[in-house]
């Protein structure tokens, strides 16, 4: 879950400027410094480490916590930002009694070298405070709100407090905020959703809540995620490009979980030197050894959801196939989330190893029917499926899910000819871009001629995932896939285009001895899975109805039914 700037770095540039103005004796230095979380002293299984993002990049680590007591509250810590910066924090503590009315403030800290201190004391609704900066002193008298927020900037622990004030807050309730001989404002509490992380150690409820620092002519959006108890997990405020996050869930291995039951079981898969891990979903009532599926997911960096466009394509599948009484198996795929391996090295071959292993430790299980295991690809998965199927006699059965029928050559320049189409390009253009995908994929294949390609595009070209997709063909694998076939085909998929279930069909009823085929064809439904208007990749995102067409899922469920029947 590492952190990622949605907005310009001239927004950022612009809007921190701004808020740096209400802070000149800070020295808030535009976005580039606006980011120091820090920690509790206190009782030390209260401190949690938080890593700090800048755009992106890692800018510091620091230690955050929150102590509670029969008086009231503290916030309290220390950290460090990058050598760029050069803010150190030794102490910071920030008093509050139990009603969240501020008491005082203290820190101590050098930037640059330079002695920073600050000491704030509120009675009331007046605030005074004392400031040495560089070897400067000034005090300054404000009124403030009797139940402000004290945000000294550029320090970022103190919103622990407010994480714990917007636990209970509604959409549109103001909390008033103070930022220590400096100025007043409000923030302003938005929408608030439930989120769940996943981690090595376990499962993190979160709250994930919008915010709006209402300065004045200048405000900024963010978003403060805290955990039920309201202990701060993550502060983002994309206009300064900052990300505040508690270490664990920042962590590479971490993921936010989209879709879950709840008797979701984690489950590690022992691979090539590595172990993969994903998540076994099953019927909540369970008798007897279960039928099982095996989930893959398309192309690309995909986890075990396989969210696109806000659908989490695998996730909703593994839920609907299990409410109808199968175990199902989804997984991240090798170096991505949870799982271990290295995706650059890894092509089409790899990932079919990675299936079979997964049928394997479901094999293994004394609750799972080894003799009824299935597996289910969709997109780029169909092709791994097909794979792992022609060398795997434990897979009873194979469905494909918007799979191609093609080439993996002629569907790269199949999806280059139709992107093309909609591009106002002259003809020469697009003949240009054609010519040069066809020289690609020569190059590749055959692995003559990359030398003459364009550096950009050899760089492009370089990632074993995509070369095998280039030499995979379902016209030389099919005839070693000796199990029952589905296929899947939506009508409005413009990215596997419906003429590939075609070849796809016409391959598999070319097998020896016959083995079952079916094919279902669905009206309305694009590459996703879900109800669409056009079909383009376009519209993804614009979709209201995220959910998968039940005019899928239930002749999957009823072809898995009468396929993966038990042994007499």
Known sequence: MRPRSDRSRKAARSRAAVYASLMPSFHFMRAACAALAVALPAAADAQESFSVYIRGVAAGAEQIGVARTAEGWTISGSGRLAASVDLVTRRLQIRYDAEWKPIDLTIDATMRAQPLS????????????????????????????????????????????????TRDAASGAMIPAYIPGQASFNIRIGESSPEQIQTVSGLVVARRTAITLAIPNAPLDGEIWSDATGRLLRLTIPGQGLDVVREDIAAVSSRRVTISRANDEQVKIGGSGFTLVGTLSRPERVGGRLPAVVLVGGSGPQDRDELVSGVPILGQLAGAIANAGFAVLRYDKRGIGQSGGRTESASLADFAEDVRAAVKMLSDRKDIDPKRIAVMGHSEGGAIALLAASKEKRIAAVALLEAHGTSGAELILSQQKRAL??????????????????????????????????????????????????????????????????????????????????????????????????VVRVAGVNHLLVPAKTGEAEEYASLKDKNISSDVVQPIIAWLQKTLVPAK
């Open 421 to 518: 189409d909609r591009m106002t390009l002259s003809p020469e253009e697009k003949q240009a871009k054609i010519d040069l995908q066809k020289r690609v994929n020569e190059a590749v294949i055959t692995g003559k001629g990359l030398d003459q390609l364009p550096p950009e595009i050899r760089r492009q070209a370089d990632n074993v995932e995509f070369q095998s997709l280039l030499s995979n063909d379902p016209a030389r694998v099919m005839p070693d896939v000796k199990q029952p076939l589905l296929i899947v085909q939506g009508s409005l998929d413009t990215q596997v285009e419906p003429y590939n279930a075609d070849r796809l069909e016409a391959l598999a009823r070319k097998r020896k001895n016959s083995p079952p085929v079916e």
């Open 118 to 165: 600050l000491r704030t004391t509120v009675s009331g609704t007046t605030a005074t405070s004392h400031v040495v900066n560089a070897g400067q002193v000034a005090d300054k008298v404000d009124a403030i709100a009797a139940d402000a927020v004290l945000l000294p900037s550029p320090f970022w622990a103190p919103f622990a407090a407010l994480a714990q004030r």
